[in-house]
């Protein structure tokens, strides 16, 4: 489904990000984890055409994204609040996001109803805008809309992070569950090592924008992340 | 510990990512300022001698008395726009073990060395210093001066007492009109009698001491309230405003961009500075009227055609200029989400040619001063939407400093860098040109029919042009999006 090629990508002389090959096939949950500055958005970034590769290409689903928009329809993600548009209310963002993919007001209520319980009474019907929601429910709105419109590919970065333990439960079974249905492909980044072993059937490791560890999750897999990233610390200390 | 505070603000000014970044705008800013200022202190200087020469007869002082009243309203009523009390910048300061009493301190003196209370210190110290020069006793001059400068601080300190209340700018509003209507029906002097009561203060220097206690007495209200509001959920929290919501299913009819022209419209009515931008627009309709109402320019002055290119294509330049940077803060989104750049693009010229449409209808009364007028505003407007519309998209190609919607309206530079000042010269400057050229060597109807029709053949090729500036567009994203991302530029 996604494919990675010689990507590298720098900033004047710092390498940040350098990927020789990197396959993900289609309906994997795939998790990315690394400490601060590993290159974990630097990637979703380039995956969605944010910002330029400095060598090499991703291609997705047959699209290189780099130099076509034909990955669009079936590509969504949820980075960070700045993809919420703060003057509006989470209802409006919901129509707006599903006008774009295609869906009606009626198709995106009938997407919403299910998500009833992860909201948790604090999205739909607050009349207050985005930009007046706390960070939890701005993160909430804005995982819930990268869900509309049947998308093949859902990109979440730190989707965790600032939710509170009964949203983070909620969402670990929602991600399960699409990632059970084979079909959609999860990409998830995570600080949390806990949460990307529980959710992703693979887990990849970026240490200073190169891949050093690709595990396909096992009951061993968080002792072993836990290890490395013990070991890491210690070498950075070092240093 | 206000050594610190001091420290901090200087730092707060001198390192903010904004300064030295665009040298040629503070520059600008900085020559506009200094104009401004050389301005009122000739002012200052002159007016003793200007309003001698005018009234001989009566006594300076008392002329300039007679008008202070208006001067303390109107200066209330436009600190209400422009100066708020710089709460949030004091948030981390609560952490620190720092008396609050301190901290509200440090805000209100702060602000009482804003640059809005010195602007009529301007006027008001050369104009003393002239006074003593001619002869005027030197203790009631300086008192009088003094007088004065209490009198600014109180309009500082009052104006954030009143800062939370939209009645009372209206009553300001009426008052101030009031006021200046029965002045002149005759019904009451108010110059006369606030006249006397002003001219009291430069003849019994003790008086003074009123002003003074007003000060005082302001300070210390404004202390108190926020000596106890010093917590995030009260003075210092941002207020939430209360959804509008309506409903925009008419905007259906137009098709594919419907959900574009519903955000945009969204984006206009719920954010302050864009709100703003309507209205300046709506009030720039009477920039003609100082031309017209004049004599001087005859009827076919090309300054006339300017007039109209700026009316009827107020918003155009207003709102267009920061095309695409009003919807920067999210402008990643609209980049990796499934939408077609140029539907987005025509949305917004969508908009703009219907703001210039509104325009010409507001402005067809000026066919009171002659045909040519209307001829003038119609042709203008023809120019606008042909012409001007896809000029100011394709520069906005070139925008890529962010916008942050919730900041204030006034005085707001922010998104403004050297492209907003090139702009104005294809958008304004070339249909004068050439509107002065044809006119001067063949004649006023070759002129108006030529920039009719550029207007329509730009209006014909709408899509060609279009599709250009959706390339600029796309071109120029990445560095849109690293530009966008930087806050505070």
Do not use: H, N, R, W
């Given at each position: 489904m996604i494919t990675t090629q010689h990507l590298t990508k720098k900033y004047g002389s710092q390498m940040v990000l350098n990927i020789e090959h990197l396959e993900i096939p289609k309906g994997q949950s795939f998790g990315l984890v690394g400490n601060n500055g590993a290159g974990k958005t630097t990637y979703f970034s380039l995956l969605l055409d944010l910002i330029q590769p400095t060598t090499g290409h991703i291609v997705n689903n047959e699209v290189q994204v780099n130099t076509s928009e034909d990955w669009k329809p079936f590509t969504s993600s949820f980075i960070?609040?700045?993809?919420?548009?703060?003057?509006?209310?989470p209802e409006e963002y919901f129509y707006f996001i599903g006008e774009l993919r295609g869906r009606n007001k009626a198709d995106v209520d009938a997407l919403l109803a299910n998500f009833e319980d992860f909201f948790h009474g604090e999205i739909l019907g607050q009349r207050k805008y985005l930009r007046d929601l706390s960070k939890g429910n701005q993160k909430k709105a804005g995982i819930v809309a990268s869900f509309i419109g049947n998308p093949q590919v859902i990109i979440l970065d730190e989707p965790f992070a600032n939710l509170d333990p009964t949203t983070q439960i909620r969402l670990k079974a929602i991600i399960k569950d699409l990632a059970a249905k084979k079909e959609i492909t999860v990409l998830v980044s995570s600080h949390d090592l806990m949460h990307v072993t529980e959710v992703c059937e693979r887990i990849v490791v970026l240490n200073k924008g190169e891949v050093v560890r690709d595990i396909q999750t096992s009951a061993e897999t968080l002792r072993e992340l836990e290890s490395f990233f013990a070991g890491t610390q210690v070498s950075n200390e070092e240093e | 510990m206000f050594k610190h505070f001091v420290s901090l603000q200087w730092k707060s000014f001198f390192r903010s990512s904004n300064f030295g970044k665009s040298l040629a705008l503070k520059l600008l800013m900085g020559f506009l300022a200094v104009y401004l200022m050389l301005s009122f202190a000739s002012l200052g200087i002159g007016l003793y001698f200007i309003l001698k020469k005018a009234f001989p007869d009566s006594e300076p002082m008392l002329i300039v008395s007679g008008y202070l009243l208006y001067w303390v309203l109107i200066e209330l009523f436009f600190r209400y726009f422009m100066?708020?009390?710089?709460?949030?910048?004091?948030k981390p300061l609560l952490l620190y073990p720092i008396k609050k009493s301190k901290i509200a301190h440090y805000i209100l003196i702060k602000s009482g060395l804003s640059g809005y209370n010195f602007l009529s210190l301007f006027i008001a110290v050369p104009f003393s210093i002239v006074l003593m020069v001619q002869g005027y006793p030197v203790i009631n001059v300086l008192s009088w001066l003094f007088a004065i400068v209490c009198i600014i601080l109180t309009i500082n300190y009052t104006n954030f007492i009143i800062n939370k209340s939209d009645k009372v700018l209206l009553f300001l509003g009426a008052l101030i009109l009031a006021l200046y209507g029965l002045e002149y029906f005759n019904i009451f002097s108010v110059k006369e009698y606030a006249g006397q009561l002003f001219y009291s203060l430069y003849q019994n220097p003790i008086l003074v001491l009123i002003p003074l206690l007003l000060v005082i007495g302001t300070y210390y209200v404004n202390f108190n309230f926020l000596r106890k509001k010093l917590y995030l959920d009260a003075s210092l929290k941002k207020k939430a405003v209360k959804v509008e919501t309506s409903d925009l299913t008419w905007t259906k009819r137009f098709g594919d961009i419907a959900p574009f022209l519903q955000l945009d419209l969204k984006l206009i009515w719920r954010n302050k500075r864009t709100k703003m931008q309507v209205f300046i627009s709506l009030a720039m309709i009477l920039y003609g009227l100082f031309f017209y109402s004049?004599?001087?320019?005859?009827?076919?002055?090309?300054i006339y055609l300017f007039v109209g290119i700026f009316m009827t294509g107020i918003f155009l330049s207003n709102f267009g200029q920061f095309i695409p940077a009003w919807d920067s803060e999210y402008y990643g989104m609209m980049m990796s989400q499934n939408i077609p750049l140029r539907k987005y693009l025509e949305s917004k010229a969508g908009l703009i040619s219907v703001s210039i449409v509104v325009m010409f209808l507001l402005s067809i009364p000026y066919v009171y001063f002659g045909w040519k007028a209307l001829a003038i505003n119609f042709a203008c407007a023809l120019y606008n939407l042909g012409v001007n519309v896809p000029v100011i998209l394709f520069f906005g190609s070139f925008n890529k400093k962010r916008i942050?919607?919730?900041?204030?309206?006034?005085?707001n530079m922010q998104g403004t860098s050297a492209t907003q000042f090139l702009v104005l010269l294809p958008l304004m400057v070339v249909p004068s040109v050439l509107y002065f050229v044809l006119k001067t060597f063949v004649s006023f109807e070759v002129a108006i029919v030529t920039l009719s029709v550029m207007g329509i053949i730009g209006f014909a090729f709408r899509n060609t042009l279009l599709n250009k500036v959706t390339e600029a567009y796309r071109k120029r994203k990445y560095t849109m999006l690293a530009g966008f991302k930087e806050q505070n530029s």
């Open positions: 960070d609040e700045s993809f919420l548009i703060g003057y509006l209310t | 100066q708020k009390l710089p709460v949030m910048d004091i004049m004599d001087t320019y005859g009827d076919t002055s090309t942050d919607l919730t900041k204030s309206a006034i005085g």
